[in-house]
């Protein structure tokens, strides 16, 4: 259609992106730097990183502490689950302020199903990369 113009930007996007956090990289910041920080934003491949070092760490302490012992299992399994409890729960709410959406968003986890759904597609969603209420890009600044 003649006339019409495209709809605008929503603002000037930098031209060029950092590289992508290592893993080793994104466990520093998530376990020293920000270990129980809410503020600001994360990076997916920050909130990635820590997700799976999160996921093989438990399955190894839940494997070894099931051969030794189901009792010590499952005391193992608890200190650590409470030790990454904070790192996860900073690194989930920076992650959802990079895209623009308040930490208390978390709480959709606690509807069945459809929360996790929800989260999980927030969590792979590619970052606003202009500055927000949160501070600016972490993958631009």
């Known amino acids: 259609m003649e006339g019409m113009n495209p709809a605008p930007a929503p603002g000037p996007i930098p031209a060029k992106a950092r590289?992508?956090?290592?893993?080793?990289?994104?466990?520093?910041?998530?376990?020293?730097?920000?270990f129980c920080n809410f503020e600001g934003r994360a990076r997916r491949s920050e909130f990635w990183w820590f997700a799976l070092a999160n996921s093989v760490v438990s399955y190894l302490v839940n494997l070894i502490g099931g051969l030794i012992s189901p009792t010590t299992g499952l005391v193992l399994a608890c200190i650590v689950a409470l030790a990454l409890l904070l790192p996860g729960l900073g690194v989930s709410a920076r992650r959802l302020h990079d895209l623009g959406k308040s930490g208390w968003m978390l709480l959709l986890a606690l509807i069945p199903i459809v929360g996790a759904i929800i989260l999980l597609v927030w969590f792979a969603k590619d970052g606003d990369p202009n500055p927000n209420q949160f501070g600016p890009s972490p993958k631009y600044q």
């Open 19 to 34: 590289p992508q956090l290592g893993f080793v990289e994104a466990l520093k910041i998530c376990l020293t730097e920000k």
